[in-house]
């Protein structure tokens, strides 16, 4: 599978806090100590500082002086190496720390202490002078004698001191056992159904025979009942399951339960209303990620910030920046663009699906039968482009167009035309950091072939769709569109290095079959020209079945090309046929939809979910919209709607993964500037920001110390630390806001 991060070193320097400390374990009788002099009752030895750090003992402490203006975490330290682990015996990592002044962040890790520095837990809680104890438990991956526990407190910009007591790692503990609160078993869109929708719930029961439920108004009537029909085991949960419709019942109104089992079910609306707030809020995202502009705290009330990566210090800054070593000899003005995910870097894959996507939720309101252009019109989003009389959802993409154009490599060098595939810190940063705040160098990494035609497929889109507002940039966009296919021509075959991931991502992409699909399509598109439909046709893409389980995303491309040809008129010969096979795909995800007991048209092989799970959920359930606006069939219009009940609620989790939608949502997004979790004075991540969702793989350490043996749709937490199953990012919430979009057209 094609993920963004390859590796569980990529993201260890990024994780935040654990603020409560887990309850200690029941004593075992093979309980073994690991660390030596843990109490520093006579000595510090065999702790051992960074240069930078003066430490001693105070009062039975080690304490230490920490001084400011260091970078990372890591540039100031204190630690312990030769610590021996044994793989999957269980550990508990306890201390007791303070800071003073307080509110400094501390990473605690353990991890190897020679490269490649893995790191196998860690935790990161705001220090207070009143001193706190922590406790965690956490699983060994591996087998070594290398093992270190290290203390980081570099990353702060004024010096404070540190004193750490206590300080125990000890074998042979219980593992922990992490049991999410789940709430009560009846599972339902906490958000709201349509009132002439399909409504569909889940109830979690040990009963096998069918039982009855009943519909509550806000006042406590019954309003509609019937009885479960009892699905057995959930293969995406493990749960014995019941399904429920009371899509029979269509009047409007707010606050409804659903009652089942003795269950009484999280409220919900049936109304339209909830699904319009969210389209213009799942597109809002995208402002509040802007770089190279200071946000404004009067259009998005909480989120105002000064620029980031302006070339105002601490940042090193955007507007001249080389390559890594060896790759070019120039410098080029990157400013400007979106913020990829929680981090600070951008990265001209990601950004070229999350582009398409929200151009194509535009496009789909002009030439869809139930679409409505105004709704994302001039005005609509609250950005300062709103009444430039363009419409502000492609302005907002032109935010990251206008970046993706200057990733283009200049005339009159080797690679002339191709793109560079991404632009980001020289090393991992830790959270929370504003991006005015990031002090790292900011470096180019190699154009590639992929990335180049992503910058071709997304410009000749833009060119089409920005022609009646700004011919200048449509013409732009294209000539831009046209050099980037030219130079992907001359080299088909550069690729990512897939151990890129050094303060970025590495998004690695080895087959671009898709792209050049791709992008020949939005060319032809757009332009109507011979070679490009000659590509098209020619491409073993064209006639591939690529409506796999996983979904569409930046690596997997083809669909994007598919749905625009299938939709966009042309005159390219077959079309029928393209049109066909996006209605079989819709079919196949329409029956994967009816087996899942929780509804929603994902079933990946072998029950494990992928990356960013929650957004493969909605490019397949815009897969059987986009063939519910090809046939007008009733089917696929419910099947859309009835798969995006999974992400309000309707989940072995019972928590919309959407933040401020439903009464139980996901709000602890990794991110460094959405950072509540972590400081009170940032924000949660604003209305409308999809979380990534379940992912098996469960890469980073604090998931791996909550979620061990993780089932399906258990592997998730919302948490900070969690990278790997809560991130946010822009391709994840472009799928949102197309998703969005369509529902609140069928109201």
Same mark, same amino acid.
């Given at each position: 599978m094609k993920?963004?991060?390859?590796?569980?070193l990529?993201?260890?320097?990024?994780?935040?806090?654990?603020? #409560?400390?887990?309850?200690?374990?029941p004593?075992?009788?093979?309980?073994?100590e690991?660390?030596?002099?843990?109490?520093?009752?006579?000595?510090?030895?065999?702790?051992?500082t960074?240069?930078?750090?003066?430490?001693?003992l105070?009062?039975?402490?080690?304490c230490?002086?920490i001084?400011?203006?260091?970078?990372?975490?890591?540039?100031?330290?204190?630690?312990?190496?030769?610590?021996?682990?044994? +793989?999957?015996?269980?550990?508990?990592?306890?201390?007791?720390?303070?800071?003073?002044?307080?509110?400094?962040?501390?990473?605690?890790?353990?991890?190897?202490?020679?490269?490649?520095?893995?790191?196998?837990?860690?935790?990161?809680?705001?220090?207070?002078?009143?001193?706190?104890?922590?406790?965690?438990?956490?699983?060994?991956?591996?087998? *070594?004698?290398?093992?270190?526990?290290?203390?980081?407190?570099?990353?702060?910009?004024?010096?404070?001191?540190?004193?750490?007591?206590?300080?125990?790692l000890?074998?042979?503990?219980?593992?922990?056992?992490?049991?999410?609160?789940t709430?009560?078993?009846?599972?339902?869109?906490?958000?709201?159904?349509?009132?002439?929708g399909?409504?569909?719930?889940t109830?979690?029961?040990?009963a096998?025979?069918?039982?009855?439920?009943?519909?509550?108004?806000?006042?406590?009537?019954?309003?509609?009942?019937?009885?479960?029909?009892?699905?057995?085991?959930?293969?995406?949960?493990?749960?014995?399951?019941?399904?429920?419709?009371?899509?029979?019942?269509?009047?409007?109104?707010?606050?409804?339960?659903?009652?089942?089992?003795?269950?009484?079910?999280?409220?919900?609306?049936?109304g339209?209303s909830?699904?319009?707030?969210?389209?213009?809020?799942?597109?809002k995202?995208?402002?509040?990620?802007?770089?190279g502009?200071?946000?404004?705290?009067?259009?998005?009330?909480?989120?105002g910030?000064?620029?980031?990566?302006?070339?105002v210090?601490?940042?090193?800054?955007?507007?001249?920046?080389?390559?890594?070593?060896?790759?070019?000899?120039?410098?080029?003005?990157?400013?400007?663009?979106?913020?990829?995910?929680?981090?600070?870097?951008? @990265?001209? #894959?990601?950004?070229?699906?999350?582009?398409? !996507?929200?151009?194509?939720?535009?496009?789909?309101?002009?030439?869809?039968?139930?679409?409505?252009?105004?709704?994302?019109?001039?005005?609509?989003?609250?950005?300062?482009?709103?009444?430039?009389?363009?419409?502000?959802?492609?302005?907002?993409?032109?935010?990251e167009?206008?970046?993706?154009?200057?990733?283009?490599?200049?005339?009159?060098?080797?690679?002339?035309?191709?793109?560079?595939?991404k632009?980001?810190?020289?090393?991992?940063?830790?959270?929370?950091?504003?991006?005015?705040?990031?002090?790292? +160098?900011?470096?180019?990494?190699p154009?590639?072939?992929?990335?180049?035609?992503n910058?071709?497929?997304?410009?000749?889109?833009?060119?089409?769709?920005?022609?009646?507002?700004?011919?200048a940039?449509?013409?732009?966009?294209?000539?831009?569109?046209?050099?980037?296919?030219?130079?992907?021509?001359?080299?088909?075959?550069?690729?990512?290095?897939?151990?890129d991931?050094?303060?970025?991502?590495? @998004?690695?992409?080895?087959?671009?079959?898709? !792209?050049?699909?791709?992008?020949?399509?939005?060319? @032809?598109?757009t332009t109507?020209?011979k070679?490009?439909?000659?590509?098209?046709?020619?491409?073993?893409?064209?006639?591939?079945?690529?409506?796999?389980p996983?979904g569409?995303?930046?690596?997997?491309?083809?669909?994007?090309?598919r749905?625009?040809?299938?939709?966009?008129?042309?005159?390219?010969?077959?079309?029928?046929?393209?049109?066909?096979?996006?209605?079989?795909?819709?079919?196949?995800?329409?029956?994967?939809?009816?087996a899942?007991?929780?509804?929603?048209?994902?079933?990946?092989?072998?029950?494990?979910?992928?990356?960013?799970?929650?957004?493969q959920?909605l490019?397949?359930?815009?897969?059987?919209? *986009?063939?519910?606006?090809?046939?007008?069939?009733? +089917?696929?219009?419910?099947g859309?709607?009835?798969s #995006?009940?999974?992400?309000?609620?309707?989940?072995?989790?019972?928590?919309? @993964?959407?933040?401020?939608?439903?009464?139980?949502?996901?709000?602890?997004?990794?991110?460094?500037?959405?950072?509540?979790?972590?400081?009170?004075?940032?924000?949660?991540?604003?209305r409308?920001t999809?979380?990534?969702?379940?992912?098996?793989?469960?890469?980073?350490p604090?998931?791996?110390?909550?979620?061990?043996?993780?089932?399906?749709?258990?592997?998730?937490?919302?948490?900070?630390?969690?990278?790997s199953?809560? !991130?946010?990012?822009?391709?994840?919430?472009?799928?949102?806001?197309r998703?969005?979009?369509?529902?609140?057209?069928?109201?």
């Amino acid at each position: 599978m094609k993920r963004r991060r390859t590796t569980l070193l990529c993201l260890t320097a990024l994780l935040g806090t654990a603020l #409560v400390a887990s309850p200690a374990s029941p004593a075992a009788a093979d309980e073994v100590e690991q660390l030596k002099n843990g109490s520093f009752d006579t000595t510090t030895e065999p702790w051992w500082t960074t240069s930078n750090v003066t430490a001693g003992l105070s009062d039975g402490r080690l304490c230490a002086d920490i001084p400011g203006g260091t970078a990372n975490r890591w540039d100031a330290a204190v630690g312990q190496n030769d610590v021996t682990l044994v +793989k999957g015996e269980s550990y508990k990592f306890s201390f007791t720390a303070n800071g003073s002044p307080d509110g400094h962040v501390l990473r605690a890790i353990v991890g190897l202490q020679v490269a490649p520095y893995d790191t196998w837990f860690e935790v990161s809680p705001q220090l207070s002078v009143s001193g706190n104890s922590y406790s965690y438990t956490f699983t060994s991956p591996v087998d *070594t004698a290398q093992g270190q526990v290290g203390f980081q407190l570099g990353g702060s910009a004024d010096p404070f001191r540190f004193c750490m007591d206590d300080v125990s790692l000890l074998g042979g503990v219980p593992p922990e056992v992490y049991e999410p609160d789940t709430g009560p078993r009846v599972r339902v869109n906490q958000v709201a159904y349509l009132p002439a929708g399909p409504k569909n719930a889940t109830l979690v029961t040990d009963a096998t025979a069918k039982l009855p439920w009943q519909l509550k108004s806000a006042s406590g009537a019954t309003v509609a009942h019937g009885w479960s029909v009892p699905r057995g085991i959930d293969a995406s949960s493990g749960q014995n399951v019941h399904s429920i419709d009371f899509g029979a019942y269509k009047k409007r109104g707010e606050g409804f339960t659903l009652v089942a089992d003795g269950e009484t079910s999280r409220p919900f609306d049936i109304g339209t209303s909830a699904y319009e707030r969210l389209r213009t809020d799942a597109a809002k995202y995208y402002y509040t990620q802007r770089s190279g502009i200071a946000i404004r705290d009067d259009l998005r009330p909480g989120y105002g910030r000064a620029a980031g990566h302006v070339n105002v210090a601490p940042n090193q800054g955007d507007s001249h920046v080389p390559c890594q070593p060896g790759v070019c000899d120039y410098t080029l003005d990157v400013t400007g663009g979106w913020y990829d995910a929680g981090d600070h870097g951008k @990265y001209v #894959v990601n950004g070229g699906i999350s582009t398409w !996507e929200l151009l194509s939720t535009y496009e789909r309101e002009l030439l869809a039968r139930t679409g409505e252009p105004g709704k994302l019109g001039d005005g609509t989003l609250a950005i300062p482009e709103s009444g430039n009389k363009v419409p502000d959802i492609l302005d907002e993409a032109r935010w990251e167009l206008e970046f993706l154009l200057k990733m283009q490599v200049p005339d009159g060098q080797p690679l002339a035309g191709m793109a560079h595939h991404k632009i980001h810190d020289e090393q991992w940063t830790g959270l929370p950091l504003l991006p005015s705040a990031d002090p790292q +160098k900011r470096e180019l990494h190699p154009a590639n072939t992929a990335a180049t035609l992503n910058l071709a497929a997304t410009a000749a889109q833009a060119a089409r769709l920005f022609k009646p507002y700004d011919k200048a940039f449509a013409a732009k966009a294209l000539a831009a569109a046209r050099k980037a296919w030219a130079a992907a021509l001359a080299h088909p075959a550069i690729y990512a290095d897939p151990d890129d991931g050094i303060g970025g991502g590495a @998004y690695p992409d080895s087959d671009v079959s898709d !792209e050049f699909y791709w992008a020949a399509a939005e060319l @032809y598109l757009t332009t109507g020209e011979k070679p490009f439909a000659d590509h098209v046709l020619a491409s073993p893409v064209h006639t591939a079945d690529i409506f796999g389980p996983l979904g569409y995303d930046w690596a997997r491309t083809a669909a994007a090309a598919r749905l625009d040809l299938a939709t966009v008129p042309s005159r390219l010969p077959g079309r029928d046929k393209v049109r066909r096979s996006v209605v079989k795909g819709a079919d196949t995800y329409l029956a994967t939809l009816k087996a899942q007991p929780y509804g929603m048209p994902y079933a990946p092989p072998e029950n494990l979910y992928d990356w960013g799970s929650n957004h493969q959920i909605l490019h397949n359930g815009i897969v059987i919209a *986009t063939a519910y606006d090809i046939t007008g069939g009733s +089917k696929y219009r419910d099947g859309a709607l009835q798969s #995006v009940d999974y992400l309000f609620g309707r989940n072995a989790l019972n928590m919309s @993964y959407v933040t401020g939608y439903g009464e139980v949502n996901s709000h602890n997004q990794h991110s460094r500037w959405y950072a509540h979790e972590l400081d009170p004075n940032l924000p949660n991540p604003p209305r409308g920001t999809l979380a990534g969702g379940p992912n098996s793989s469960i890469q980073d350490p604090y998931a791996q110390s909550k979620l061990q043996g993780c089932t399906g749709q258990f592997c998730y937490i919302d948490d900070i630390q969690s990278w790997s199953t809560n !991130e946010h990012t822009i391709n994840w919430n472009s799928a949102l806001t197309r998703m969005a979009s369509f529902v609140a057209d069928q109201g």
